[in-house]
């Protein structure tokens, strides 16, 4: 009987010992989702915020990246300090203002934008806001984490 006791406990200390062996693996876990999520935060320090956003008429002629800038596609002109000498053509960034966010692709240069700046075309531009508004201040950030 006694043995019976002693035997059910130790299978308790046993699971219990178990459980919390599975309960380290899943933290062990949440720390390497943590160690994943700590790159994402690099695209957060990489986010540009307070970002001048503008547009521009491409008017289907050949960007700095050497492909036509289309006035509806989802495409930006990124300012010369960023520029990198076209090391970012093609890029994909997410842009953000007012609770909108959607994906374009850098594809042209813009001479005249500050720092963090982008030029959007008017197709881009309205899908946050009135051309009439002119320039609208935002946040952007690339796709895959890269810092620009
Ligand atoms: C992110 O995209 C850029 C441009 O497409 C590329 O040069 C860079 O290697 C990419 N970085 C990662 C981490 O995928």
Redesign the pocket.
Known sequence: MHKAIINYLTLVLLLATLSSASALTLRRDGHLVDLESRSVPQAIDARATNARLSFYNGDGKIGSCGVPVSNTGFTVALNPSQWSNG??C???IIIEYNGKAVQAQITDQCPGCPFNGLALTPGLFQFFAPLSDGVISGSWF?????SI
């Open positions: 090391a970012h093609f890029q994909l690339t796709q895959n984490g890269t």
